[in-house]
């Protein structure tokens, strides 16, 4: 997901690598300056405004927003006891998140220590995002992490023959799939309900969030749980597959023409939370806002 994220060319898991002489570090972390207004929200206020935000990824994480101390409200930040240790950036001091009636403990951090060549770092704070009400770039509302420059979902149609069988049983079979390619992931194949034998899918509680697609809702097949998934309402920037139905192929048998498809390294992802104070409802409501152009 991204330049750090999954198998991202930053990712201790990446499926490439670089081509030079010399072995990179085993770690690298990498800054560069945002470009975008951010602003956060919390308590009613903005507490930090910014066109200087410097973004962090660092191996394996989302990529973190790191503010101008200059630009975070006077009287937001209270100096907390607590201290951590970075394995490449140092000691690092914590604080309290106050504004209006509402504070968060452990809500916002600072390096202490920099060494030289992380000095971009310097006098910046960065928030912890689900401690905060809301993230903005200009007056749109970003969920889940800040946004990555490197994450790209692309949406191919195809023709390719795909079957998904339960056992001797043919969950669905399609001509018309279309394929999802995503940054730092392997393919996902996904097919349209009428190619479906709907009548082997059982609808199971709870539900998943991507801040680049929207919600998923999941379904067993038989005995196999959480089978399979689909996005009823995708964000509109991938609303090709919204309704379709993508198969876990380490769960049932997915063909595609004539190779059974495996786990590849990489497709097995942890489940993002959605953001405090956001729930399903507003998600639904962000996407159709967008839609009619009243966001």
Known sequence: MGLAWQQGPLSERSVGHFLVPQPLPERLLFAEPLRRRMRVRFGGQWVADSEDVVLLHEPNR??????????????????EPRTTTHRDLGPAAWFTVRAGEQEAPRAAWAYTGLPD?????????????????????????????????????????????LVVRDGDRVVAETRRPVVLYESGFAPRWYVPREDIDLTALTPVEGQTFCPYKGLAGYFDIGSRGRAAWSYPEAWPEVARVSGFVS??????????????????PGQAVTPHGVDRGLDPDE????AAAVLTGTE
């Open 117 to 161: 060549h992380a000095g971009v770092l310097r006098d910046r704070v960065a928030f912890a995002w689900r401690a905060m009400d809301a993230f903005y770039e200009e007056d749109e509302r970003i969920l889940g992490h800040a946004a990555d420059p490197y994450h790209r979902v692309d949406i191919r149609q195809t023709s390719r023959h």
């Open 247 to 264: 198969f876990e192929p380490d769960v049932v048998d997915v063909w595609l023409d004539d190779r059974k498809l495996a786990l590849e």
């Open 283 to 286: 998600l639904r409501s962000r």
């Open 62 to 79: 989302y990529p973190v927003a790191y503010f101008p101390r200059a630009d975070v409200a006077e009287g937001v930040l209270g100096a």
